[in-house]
């Protein structure tokens, strides 16, 4: 397997920078911004979950258009260019409330599969080498926690306007590596004819272990995302302020880095106790914030949840990578993140915001819990029984 050429590797790793540093001083501060321009929690959360229906949409027209035309680079410099527009519509529309209807779910659509076509990119020109991949890919969590914790404090004290600074600047960086990067030259195809979107679906459900892992993904991301996409109201609950939040995503953030750099070691060990801390990482997250009593607590299950998230990220890629045809693994990569980030978070999202409102976070804490006891238990059950036959086998050798 070559080596990835130095200018190429520079070129992806500000890209994947560049990406998501505009995702942590933009995004990543969006809900607090709104939040303290009046909307309330019930609203944001639609908000919310119009984001994640939209970015559901837009991971598999995205995905099938990169697989279609076989090009991610225009679908990267589109993404950018329209999530900058999006992203000064957004800030100076907080006073129009059906203005915001019709442009959260438009940013939706462009910037969550962004990420997907970004890492598709990556996986491509590196010819799935996870070292590589894994090298490059945790640069950018370690910029988007430095970003973070920055701008929680900048945001406290010069306003939220530093988002659009930011915000303008990685979009810069991210359209000029994007512009110099080349197509890959391994452009994924099958002799197969072309098919349509239905097809292309089913072709990405073939495999068995490719399907368990949507299982496991839709599962773990219904109970986690209540607490990812509403935080700074868990924070509040403790005494929190917009400052915490930004040293939170610091904390998420730095976590993931030693996991998804040696994504090749995490490659060797068994996939089902891959799957069991995938599963009961984010269960201990949650217990800590349900007895939360001051913002470190929360802080400790956002350092296990990242743990997972660290494993989780290099598995959901590989297990895509082995058992969906090159043909359509763009479509696989992002229907995996879809389900993931978007399905889960719109399904939570249109309960949980309300149920804050009415119960208090708890209340939503222990619909989370009870939710992620379901892939713990299955993960678990799947671990131990191979662990009981593998030890019968070693005996019956004996």
């Known amino acids: 397997m070559k080596a990835m050429k130095r200018c190429y590797w520079i070129g992806f790793a500000v890209l994947e920078i560049s990406y998501w540093c505009f995702h942590g001083s933009f995004i990543g501060f969006l809900m607090s911004y709104l939040l303290s321009k009046g909307i309330t929690n019930t609203m944001v959360s639609i908000f919310m979950a119009s984001f994640l229906l939209a ?36 800030y100076f529309s907080y006073d129009s409330i059906p203005m915001l209807a019709v442009l959260y779910p438009m940013l939706g659509f462009v910037c969550l599969p962004h990420a997907t076509n970004i890492d598709s990119w990556l996986l491509l020109a ?42 303008t600047v990685f979009l810069i960086t991210g359209i000029a590596a994007a512009v110099m990067l080349p197509e890959s030259r391994r452009a994924a195809k099958d002799k197969t004819e072309e098919s349509s979107g239905i097809t292309s679906l089913n072709r990405v459900f073939d495999s068995g272990a490719y399907r368990y892992l949507i299982v496991i993904l839709f599962l773990v991301g219904l109970a986690v995302a209540p607490v ?6 868990l924070l509040e609950n403790v005494g929190g302020t917009v400052s915490d939040l930004g040293i939170d995503a610091f904390i998420c953030a730095v976590v993931q ?19 069991l801390l995938i599963a009961g990482l984010p269960f201990l997250t949650l217990m800590l914030a349900f007895y939360a009593v001051s913002p470190v607590m929360i802080f400790a299950g956002s350092f296990l949840y990242n743990m997972g998230v660290g494993i989780l990220l290099p598995t959901m890629r590989s297990v895509t990578e082995r058992n969906v045809s090159p043909a359509y693994r763009n479509l696989g990569h992002n229907t995996a993140d879809a389900v993931y980030n978007s399905v889960t978070g719109i399904i939570s999202l249109l309960y949980s915001g309300l149920v804050i409102d009415l119960y208090g976070v708890k209340s939503m804490l222990m619909i989370c819990i009870l939710i992620v006891l379901v892939p713990v238990i299955m993960t678990g059950k799947a671990a131990v029984n191979h662990w009981i036959h593998a030890s019968c086998k070693q005996l019956s050798y004996k």
């Open 55 to 90: 970015s559901f949409v837009g991971s598999f027209v995205w995905g099938m258009v990169s697989d279609r035309f076989h090009t991610n680079r225009r679908v990267s410099i589109a993404c950018f260019l329209a999530a900058g527009a999006l992203m000064y519509l957004i």
């Open 126 to 167: 590196c010819e799935n080498n996870f070292t590589v991949y894994g090298k490059i890919r945790c640069l950018p969590s370690l910029l988007y926690a430095v970003i973070s914790i920055v701008l929680g404090r900048m945001i406290l004290t010069f306003g939220y306007s530093v988002m659009l600074a930011f915000g």
């Open 228 to 233: 990812n996409n509403l935080k700074m109201p």
């Open 257 to 275: 880095v030693p996991f998804i750099a040696v994504a090749g070691r995490i490659e060797r060990y068994s996939l089902r106790m891959r799957y």
